[in-house]
């Protein structure tokens, strides 16, 4: 009899252990939970992007069907990220030079020429071209921020490190 109390309490130890690792690696994929938001957004309005400029046979759908597929690549990179401690972000890192770049240059390109030329759901009147300037404003400032929270991840200076570095010492990990 008292055996099997050994055998069930080792079992809870055990479990105790499993459930630690598996916070601790929860932790590090939570790092970058604000990337992986964005990505997906960016996703998706890449997407709807691509399908305006497919159906009006428009020229601009080059420049989507890349973002698409720069925002897919970096959206699968970071959605299996949970699997290690410091995944391998060549793809997401690559998506976050570019993107800061290229909202301003479509931000410029929408202010010299008709806004329906970029982007065909655009009409030529001045509110249209404001709300998709502050709209890509908003968009620029959130991918400054997640460039920033990659430089921060890279050189283990965040936040979320810090505490996982706490949590480790106090689990003894």
């Keep these: 009899m008292a055996t099997n109390n050994k055998k069930k309490e080792l079992s809870r130890e055990e479990l105790e252990i499993f459930r630690k690792k598996q916070s601790m690696q929860a932790m590090y994929f939570n ?21 305006l ?20 690549m970096a959206t ?27 909202i301003p240059v479509l931000m410029i390109l929408i202010c010299i020429f ?5 982007m065909p759901f655009l009409t030529g009147n001045m509110t249209s071209r404001i ?13 400054i921020a997640c460039r920033i929270r990659i430089i921060q991840i890279e050189s283990k200076t965040d936040k979320q490190y810090q505490r996982i570095l706490q949590l480790s010492k106090y689990n003894k990990l």
């Design 114 to 118: 008709n806004p329906s030329v970029i």
């Design 131 to 143: 709300v998709m300037l502050c709209f890509l404003a908003i968009f620029e400032l959130m991918a």
């Design 76 to 102: 699968l990179q970071l959605f299996t990220a949970y699997s290690t401690r410091e995944p391998n972000i060549k793809w997401v890192k690559l998506f976050y030079n570019i993107t800061p770049i290229a």
């Design 53 to 72: 400029n497919f159906v009006s046979s428009h020229w601009m759908i080059v420049f989507s069907v890349a973002a698409v597929v720069l925002s897919v």
């Design 31 to 51: 790092r970058f939970l604000m990337i992986r938001y964005f990505t997906a957004v960016l996703f998706f309005m890449a997407i709807y992007w691509t399908y």
